[in-house]
Nanobody, 123 residues
C-alpha cells in the first residue's frame, strides 16, 4: 500500500512561485510513477506532471510546460512540483498520485492518491 502526503500549497500573487512536496511511502520500489494532478472548481481533474522513480523520465501537461518542474530526491521518497510564473488559472486543489508501472497523465490509471493541497493564485 502506497501512502502519499502533500504539502506546500498556499496563496500567491500572479507571477509568483510555489513548491509542492509529496512524501511517498514504500519508496523502495523504484517501479513506480508519481504524478501531480489538479482540479479547479467546476472543472475536470487535469494531469500536471509525472515522473518515473526509477529514472529521469518526466511528462508535463500542455498548460504548465515551461513553467512547472517535477523532480524527486535521491532516494525517491519525496517528489516536488516547482511552480513558477503562476497564473490565476492555476488555482486548484493539487493532488499527488502513484501507480506501479509506467507513467501517464491519465488519472484513471493511478491507484493511490493523497488528500490534496490547495493552491490559490490571486492579486
Amino acid at each position: 500500500q502506497v501512502q502519499l502526503v502533500e504539502s506546500g500549497g498556499g496563496s500567491v500573487q500572479p507571477g509568483g512561485t510555489l513548491r509542492l512536496s509529496c512524501v511517498v511511502s514504500e519508496y523502495t520500489n523504484d517501479n513506480k510513477c508519481i504524478a501531480w494532478f489538479r482540479r479547479a472548481p467546476g472543472k475536470k481533474r487535469e494531469g500536471v506532471a509525472t515522473i518515473w522513480t526509477g529514472g529521469d523520465y518526466r511528462l508535463y501537461g500542455d498548460s504548465v510546460k515551461g513553467r512547472f518542474t517535477i523532480s524527486r530526491d535521491v532516494v525517491g521518497s519525496t517528489v516536488f512540483l516547482l511552480m513558477s510564473s503562476l497564473k490565476p488559472e492555476d488555482t486548484a486543489m493539487y493532488y499527488c498520485a502513484a501507480r506501479i508501472g509506467g507513467c501517464f497523465l491519465e488519472d484513471s490509471l493511478f491507484e493511490y492518491w493523497g488528500q490534496g493541497t490547495q493552491v490559490t493564485v490571486s492579486s
